[in-house]
């Protein structure tokens, strides 16, 4: 019993120790916000990652913006900015162009968010660049290249991402939606809108 006590706290410990790693500053997150070992998070300005929301391994989340409660973000994930080197800038290498991070920078971009909704997914090496909207309940498939608006409850695939289906009929949507609302309410959890 001790051999397991011993080992799940020094998981623990691993775990602590890289989330003060990953996690950057301007970021806020929620209550029980998992950082999968390896994975980066930081924003520019801000960006608010909501409760019981899942990163997992190897994710680079470098974005203003912020991501709803119960969002699943699978392995090798990529939420990156849209414009976050000037490449525009005449003669300087594109390694030493003024970067979004940067202090000083007035490029293209700082006005640029992307939002997640609640309880979306986003499937195992997908892209989403800024300036994009994934809504409630959204499902981004692996690999997909997100640069446009998902709709919520939908269903996308591809370079582009295209919508391909949805995740529920409109009868299933709503009784999803309510069954929802009372699993958060249960847990102690009010809506954003409501904090």
Do not use: Q
Request: charged share 25%; aromatic share 8%.
């Amino acid at each position: 019993m001790f051999k397991v006590w011993r080992s799940n706290t020094s998981f623990r410990v691993v775990e602590r120790l890289h989330r003060k790693v990953a996690v950057g500053g301007n970021v806020e997150m929620g209550v029980g916000v998992h950082v999968g070992l390896g994975s980066v998070v930081w924003a520019p300005r801000r960006l608010r990652i909501g409760d019981d929301t899942y990163i997992g391994r190897y994710c680079t989340i470098m974005c203003d913006g912020s991501i709803g409660r119960g969002v699943s973000i699978g392995n090798n994930v990529g939420l990156v900015g849209k414009y976050d080197h000037d490449f525009r800038v005449v003669g300087r290498p594109l390694r030493r162009a003024p970067w979004i991070g940067d202090p000083d920078y007035r490029g293209r971009g700082l006005e640029i968010e992307l939002v997640v909704g609640e309880d979306v997914w986003i499937g195992y090496g997908a892209i989403v660049l800024s300036g994009v909207t994934l809504g409630r309940g959204a499902i981004v498939s692996a690999g997909a290249v997100v640069t446009g608006d998902v709709e919520p409850y939908a269903i996308v695939a591809g370079n582009p991402a295209r919508p391909i289906g949805e995740r529920f009929d409109a009868a299933a949507r709503a009784e999803h939606e309510h069954l929802l609302a009372d699993w958060w309410r249960r847990r102690g959890s009010m809506p954003p809108a409501s904090r």
